[in-house]
């Protein structure tokens, strides 16, 4: 007995849930809803680290990742530190839908979507991310929050002796209190970073869809979790679909998203499945911080997290609005 349509996303990003549900209010299918949802997210810059303007890499520069996934056709589509090009997500459609390819990257990947008629080159720089950017090069220290628990200079231009120093930083008493208080004020739920979002259209077929850019600070040229598919996101019409967020280079080595669809395709219930992908990585990477959603193909949805507190969102037809769950680690 589905509970169709139902839209889950990752974090309190409202605003993007009523996007794709009023998709599938207009009888539109779970990609097109999941396109909504997300570019909606980008549109809005949920959080400031979706879409164009947030989240400034070493040189200063906004880029993004984004995926989309049919769980009817099991095709995909994704975009990898795309450059001046703000519309991740549809980007990411565009390369499932016109090519025989499932992932582009950089520049290439914008030229690409430029040609299929996305606007730009646009920069994707802000007021906020220049000057957050220009703040963090001051002080070289300051802490990215996913890298430098530990805090490390981890200024490029890189030699290899700055790569065996890595973890090794030598940095002030003051910059080691600057990276705990960052890290205690993502845990405290102000930085999210990503969506990743699945839909169950009306016919019980399933599209999930991630949108980020990235991780603060990270090395150009650095690809997180965001457009591999069965990390980020992964849906099965036949089982159910996952959505994380987190430390996406611990969790792209574990494929947290495939490991929850496949567990509850061997007939795990959502919250065990979430649950047991996540202690995966935690059983390596005690520090890691992510989370993960599952829903399976009859709408029932659950969450499971390390490190901070996760939020997700729900929307299916019993509820009045977008409902948000909260899930302790
Ligand atoms: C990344 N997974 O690029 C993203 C960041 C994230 O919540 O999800 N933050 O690593």
Redo the contacts with the bound molecule.
């Keep these: 007995s589905g509970h169709y349509p139902v839209i889950v996303s990752?974090?309190p990003f409202v605003e993007a849930v009523r996007a794709a549900w009023r998709a599938i209010d207009s009888g539109f299918s779970a990609m097109d809803a999941v396109v909504e949802g997300c570019s909606a997210c980008e549109e809005l810059r949920c959080d400031g680290?979706v879409g164009p303007g947030g989240s400034p890499d070493e040189n200063g520069e906004t880029t993004l990742?984004a995926l989309v996934m049919n769980g009817a056709t099991m095709e995909v589509g994704a975009v990898a530190a795309m450059r001046y090009v703000k519309d991740g997500i549809k980007a990411a459609r565009l390369v499932m839908q016109h090519t025989g390819h499932t992932l582009l990257v950089g520049e290439q990947a914008s030229a690409f979507a430029i040609s299929m008629g996305l606007p730009g080159p646009t920069n994707l720089s802000s007021s906020e991310s220049v000057q957050k950017w220009s703040k963090w090069k001051e002080n070289r220290c300051q802490p990215n929050f996913?890298k430098n628990i530990v805090p490390v200079d981890s200024c490029g231009p890189y030699h290899p002796k700055d790569i065996a120093e890595l973890g090794k930083g030598t940095c002030s008493s003051a910059n080691l209190m600057a990276a705990v208080e960052s890290r205690s004020s993502h845990i405290g739920l102000h930085?999210?970073?990503?969506i990743?979002m699945a839909v169950i259209d009306k016919e019980g077929h399933i599209a999930v869809g991630?949108s980020?850019?990235?991780?603060t600070y990270?090395i150009p040229g650095r690809v997180?979790?965001?457009p591999i598919a069965g990390s980020?996101s992964y849906a099965d019409d036949e089982v159910g679909a996952c959505g994380?967020?987190?430390?996406?280079?611990i969790?792209?080595r574990f494929l947290p998203c495939y490991q929850v669809v496949e567990s509850m395709r061997l007939g795990m219930e959502p919250t065990l499945a979430a649950q047991d992908a996540i202690k995966r990585i935690a059983r390596k990477f005690p520090d890691f911080v992510?989370a993960v959603f599952a829903i399976n193909k009859n709408g029932l949805h659950a969450g499971a997290c390390h490190g901070w507190t996760f939020q997700y969102s729900v929307r299916s037809p019993e509820m009045e609005d977008v409902e948000v769950f909260t899930v302790f680690p």
């Design positions: 990752t974090w680290t990742d996913w930085n999210h970073d990503t990743s991630t980020t850019n990235g991780a990270k997180g979790d965001g980020s994380a967020t987190g430390d996406g280079d969790m792209m992510g």
